[in-house]
């Protein structure tokens, strides 16, 4: 059974950092690309940065430079490092990730991360 398990998430200060965690178990094989989403109240859910296999990463234009994202292949872990957090950076987090290139997206249960001071 596939499980998606989010951490890391929670309230931080401007300027402040949070990491970010999903792993994926259930899953015999190393998934072919994995990223995180961020949803605002009353706005669409947006791309934040991904990573495939390869190593090849993309990032919303607002993160570049403050967010890494990494994975762990043999594990199917991905992670986002937030850093020099702003407070139009708080949303609900979502861990996605595609199992090959022609599967449908798959997300988590999303995480809540709030930056206020």
């Known amino acids: 059974q596939v499980q998606v398990v989010e951490s890391g998430g929670g309230s931080v200060q401007p300027g402040g950092s949070l990491r970010l965690s999903c792993v994926v178990s259930g899953i015999g094989s190393s998934i072919f690309r994995m990223g995180w989403y961020r949803q605002a109240p009353g706005l669409q859910r947006d791309l934040v940065a991904s990573?495939?296999?390869?190593?090849?990463?993309n990032y919303a234009d607002s993160v570049k430079g403050r967010f890494t994202i990494s994975r762990d292949n043999a594990r199917n872990t991905v992670y986002l490092q937030m850093n020099s957090l702003k407070p139009e950076d708080t949303a609900v987090y979502y861990c996605?990730?595609?199992?090959?290139?022609?599967?449908?997206?798959?997300w988590g249960q999303g995480t809540q991360v709030t930056v206020s001071s």
């Open positions: 990573m495939g296999r390869s190593g090849i990463t």
């Open positions: 996605n990730y595609y199992l090959y290139s022609y599967s449908p997206p798959s």
